[in-house]
């Protein structure tokens, strides 16, 4: 499971504006409707839903919301970096201002959750999301993404 699986270069946002973490659902659930052709209200509900499981606040400036959909076609990502960061009740207490976002068919299953460790192991790099923080060029990011996942050590990738 790579990057380029899931994130689109359309589905890249390089200065989101949020002030707050609900906000900031709403933002990423109406930018994922215009580009996956889905309901946003829908994708705002199962992201909302997940939530109050726990929070996809992972630390270090990091979430990575997700949840499952009726109707998707497939694994689908959007990446959003935050104009300011916004509290997100992270592990941490860290707020947020890098948010990876993924969207999944209801019977996704064990590639949710390889699709999730991808992308966590791809942000866990601290100076790779300072890289990540340092631009406002969506086209610039989407090309760190996708370098990034394809120059992850081997002995992840086999686990993916």
Do not use: W
Not at 130 to 139: A, M
Request: aromatic content about 4%; proline content about 4%; hydrophobic content about 45%.
């Amino acid at each position: 499971m790579d990057i380029e699986d899931i994130l689109q270069q359309n589905a890249v946002i390089a200065s989101l504006r949020a002030t707050s973490k609900k906000q900031l659902l709403q933002e990423l659930s109406k930018a994922a409707a215009n580009v996956f052709e889905i309901e946003s209200r829908q994708v705002f509900e199962v992201l909302l839903e997940r939530e109050r499981l726990g929070s996809t606040g992972v630390g270090s400036g990091l979430a990575i919301p997700h949840g499952k959909l009726a109707g998707m076609d497939g694994l689908h990502g959007m990446f959003a970096r935050l104009e300011k960061p916004v509290e997100f009740d992270s592990i941490d207490d860290q707020p947020v201002d890098l948010v990876f976002l993924l969207l999944a068919p209801e019977g996704a299953g064990a590639d949710h959750l390889k699709a999730l460790a991808r992308i966590s192991r791809i942000l866990r790099d601290r100076a790779f999301c300072e890289k990540l923080r340092g631009s406002d060029n969506p086209d610039a990011i989407y090309a760190m993404l996708m370098e990034a996942g394809n120059t992850t050590p081997d002995h992840f990738r086999a686990a993916s």
